[in-house]
């Protein structure tokens, strides 16, 4: 491993973590709410670790390779939440370490899960940041520091594959970093006309940014105890349903769209699977609930259509009480933690495009059983899927479901009923938010814990980064210097 580009690349991040902090800075000096400072301390400590770092890692060899990459996500995520939560500590809004950490790191990795009880009257600068943090990790906090480097190695393309949602990444453009620049302009350009949307429905200004960095990041963070149900607005619900389900899918088929015209979004396979797998949701739940919870059929789908949206793409908004649904409904939404958006997108979990081959591995397999001596091949937009991506998707989801239950026997420990436990863990590592029992829109994680806390906080990370970084840690091999 080239240990010192590894370290150089941890201090740019660092840095680059303490410039966008700039932005709540600003907005807790026009609100004058006493947490200006908090951003100052912690944006000179981030500054002066990350230029430290940088200037004294000084390799011979720049190069970086797949090993150095999944380094460098895998510690650079964990720094950026454990520096992150330094204003919630400094303004005393969490006084606690660990449960900085887990609203950090359900922030950044775009989760929405919260141990704050009462979020209303809190600074508006700590809130504006606690809501960024989502816009930050939705594209991806290293993708969003190669988007304002001015110049960025070409070996960086091992950067963006650690740390990219789904298989197979791929450069839109020839450069890296006019990749980034060219996805952080897509995704400032859909969070603008999100917040000017919201601001004609009436919704405050500062309100229509953070609930816009929450739906465009499917992160869902909210500044109102009801989320958006505190609204009760019909027009803002639809905007925001519309702007969760078009971030949960691949964000390089808006780029194939421009160049080529918006049929090419609907001839996607996955993009194809994401959108009746939310149309199938939707319609078993909304028939379900206008039998048994609501009056009328339109309240049934107003309310289903919001809250299938929020839980497919992992954002975590609520309108309503949705544990109190029946148990059929609720099912289908926990069925929903696991399937996630798609890859490319800034939403969670297992991801559509992975559910897809999966499919078409269980049916070659049912064939080859019938025809034994017949050559099957699993195609994917009209090409043949490689062996490697095959076996990667299988590998994938056995440690998906492996690293589950592995946290669901830990935070068992602590006693919490059986949908709690489960949903606790689905919810965190699928990158969702809010899940069911305690952990339900009507509750927190605030009284899990601190072991549970911080389980959970890494299951974000890992669902997040998608397991591979964290789990290489652990392999001996990893950390064998490479000769340079």
Known sequence: MNFLIVLKSLGILLACESLAMIPSFIVSILYGDGDALSFVYTMLILFIVGIGVAVFARPKNKNIYPRDGFAIVALGWILV???????FIFSGVIPSLVDAFFETSSGFTTTGATIMTNVEGLPHGVMFWRSFTHWIGGMGVLLFALAILPSVHADTLQIMK???????????VPKIGKTAKLLYTIYIAITSIEIILLCIGKMPVYDAFVHAFG????????????????YNSVYIEIVITVFMVACGANFALYYQ??????????KD????????VILSAILLITLNLNWNVYKSIWESLRHASFQVASIITTTGYFTVNFDKWTVFSKMILLLLMFIGGCAGSTAGAIKNVRILLLFKLVKKALLKIIHPRAVYTIKFNGKAVDENTLSEVLVYFFMYVTTFVIAVLIVSIEGKDFITTISSVATTLGNVGPGLGVV?????????????????SFCMI?????IYPILLFFLPSFWKRISI
């Open 81 to 87: 939440s454990f520096f992150g939560s330094l204003p």
């Open 162 to 172: 650690a740390e990219s949602p789904g298989p197979n990444p791929e450069k839109i």
């Open 215 to 230: 739906s465009v990041g499917t992160g869902g963070f909210s500044i109102k105890n009801k989320s958006i149900g505190a």
């Open 257 to 266: 769209a421009i160049k080529g015209g918006i049929k090419n979004i609907f």
């Open 269 to 276: 396979e996955e993009f194809r699977l994401y959108i009746s």
């Open 440 to 456: 339900g829109p009507a509750g927190n994680f605030s009284s899990l814990t601190d072991i549970s806390k911080v389980v959970l």
């Open 462 to 466: 890992l669902g997040r980064i998608e």
